[in-house]
């Protein structure tokens, strides 16, 4: 009688475990489905806002088709009265762009590409980088602004007591995220990381954003919502210019993108 | 035998397991190749040569308009971060080095509810007038900032004479390029918003650009 309920309970505990296990094992698929289906929910999701055009077999044709939307797009920043940016992954370089006029160009020493942007069909690319790309939000480890508050002083005296260090001489960590409505994020970082400050930021810049990748989907399984892909473009340089870069744009400044 | 088969069983299991966390990892790149597919027109060589006639038509077009936007006459395009300053003609870079802009300093009045921002603005402009010799008319904020009295609009403190150089070039709002007499802060954030220059570097720019020339600060 005794054996036949330790058997019993033996096989509960194996049934019990199969269960969980099969649970685990939905919950996996369940996660994998949805991962892996947020690039291909993001395509169908651009390409609903897009027409179709004319897409020839013809690897010269792509190519010049690219630098024509790129023309296309740089054309249509021409008449903004402010400062834009434009990423030219063929030539790596950054630049702004005020005016039709290139007044600024730095070297990319690293770009990165998504897979997603990287297998674009060509007819999606040119409608999407034939025009700029709308920054929606831009954040930084540094501010925009370097504004130090200064009381002015009572008396030529009190004058002497009140001498201030010019940002420019202190060197900060320059992490960029710009985001634009279609939902590609551009992180733009300090191609060197000298100090320890530099090496904190850094980890902390990228943990923050795996932190928020993991929130997201986290959110996405508990909620049954799809999970929203992020494209993104990561781009190095020197950190001075960078610094130049996100302080001479405005907060939602246009972005123009061209690659191969 | 029993052995054998059973290192065989793990090394198929191991490769399986591996190959699947390959799968895992690229998986969204696996559904994306899967996915970015689209309609192609096939085009013989005939079609394709005038495609890409037509294309590099287009495209010399729009170089043209785009390379319109670009001053025939010099201009000069000043870097407020690194504070730095690059005079070009056209494309051409005729002479860059340091300058001096805004401190970003916001300084507020005492006892009254003013306050100033001593920042250079960023954006296109243009040279509206050009002075030799300049006189500085002090504005408020030089005196409040220095602690004094703010006297009144025209008095003979308020002038004075070689702060700014042998030339001064305005690009409106009070806004000026000129010298100084501080050449060692040349290269720091320390005006109240004008771009200072050295004395070499003034002259140049002064002759160099007529009224009218545009100035590009970022």
Redesign the interface.
Same mark, same amino acid.
């Given at each position: 009688m005794e054996a036949q309920e330790k058997n019993l309970s033996k096989s509960g505990k194996t049934i019990f475990l199969y269960i969980a296990l099969a649970m685990i094992l939905i919950i996996i698929i369940f996660g994998l489905v949805k991962y892996a289906m947020a690039p291909v929910n993001k395509l169908a999701e651009w390409k609903k806002n897009q027409e179709t055009i004319a897409v020839y077999n013809d690897a010269k044709l792509d190519s010049i088709q690219r630098l024509i939307a790129y023309r296309d797009a740089l054309l249509s920043l021409s008449k903004k009265d402010s400062i834009h940016l434009i990423i030219n992954v063929p030539d790596s370089t950054l630049g702004l762009f005020i005016n039709g006029v290139v007044i600024y160009n730095v070297k990319m020493t690293s770009m990165k590409l998504d897979p997603m942007l990287r297998k674009l069909p060509q007819g999606m690319y040119i409608q999407t980088f034939s025009k700029p790309l709308s920054v929606t939000l831009s954040e930084a480890s540094i501010i925009k602004e370097p504004i130090i508050e200064k009381i002015a002083p009572k008396n030529p005296e009190e004058l002497l007591t009140s001498v201030t260090t010019p940002d420019t001489l202190v060197h900060q960590p320059v992490f960029i995220k710009l985001i634009t409505d279609n939902g590609i994020h551009f992180l733009i970082t300090q191609d060197e990381d000298l100090t320890s400050v530099d090496k904190k930021a850094n980890r902390s810049f990228w943990s923050g954003r795996r932190m928020e990748r993991t929130k997201s989907f986290l959110t996405a399984m508990v909620n049954f919502q799809p999970y929203e892909y992020q494209p993104s473009v990561i781009l190095e340089a020197n950190d001075k210019a960078l610094t130049a870069i996100y302080r001479a744009l405005p907060e939602q400044p246009k972005v123009v993108v061209y690659y191969e | 035998m029993e052995k054998k088969t059973n290192i065989r069983k793990w090394v198929v299991l191991a490769t399986t397991m591996v190959l699947l966390l390959l799968v895992?990892v690229k @998986? &969204?790149? @696996?559904? @994306?190749?899967l996915?970015?597919?689209?309609?192609? +027109?096939? +085009?013989d060589k005939e079609t394709?040569a005038a495609?890409?006639t037509d294309? &590099?038509n &287009?495209?010399a077009v729009?170089?043209k308009?785009?390379s319109?936007? @670009?001053?025939k006459n010099n201009y000069l395009?000043v870097?407020?971060?690194?504070?730095e300053f690059y005079l070009y003609k056209g494309t051409n870079l005729i002479k860059s080095d340091i300058c001096s802009t805004g401190?970003?300093?916001?300084?507020?009045?005492?006892d009254s509810k003013k306050q100033w921002?001593f920042?250079t603005p960023?954006?296109?402009f243009r040279i509206l007038n050009k002075t030799k010799d300049p006189v500085w008319k002090k504005p408020d904020w030089a005196f409040?900032?220095?602690?004094?009295p703010v006297p009144s609009p025209n008095h003979s403190s308020r002038f004075e004479y070689g702060v700014l150089g042998d030339y001064s070039l305005s690009i409106g709002d009070g806004y000026l390029i000129h010298g100084t007499l501080y050449q060692r802060f040349l290269g720091?954030?320390?005006t109240h918003g004008c771009i200072r220059l050295d004395d070499a570097n003034l002259e140049l720019v002064y002759k160099s650009l007529p009224i009218g020339s545009?100035v590009?600060i970022?």
């Open positions: - | 895992l @998986i &969204q790149t @696996i559904m @994306i190749s996915t970015a597919q689209e309609d192609v +027109v096939k +085009v394709e495609l890409l294309m &590099q &287009q495209l729009l170089d308009k785009l319109a936007n @670009i001053p395009v870097n407020s971060t690194v504070n401190s970003y300093i916001l300084l507020k009045g005492n921002m920042k960023k954006g296109e409040v900032e220095d602690g004094l720091l954030p320390v545009k590009f970022f």
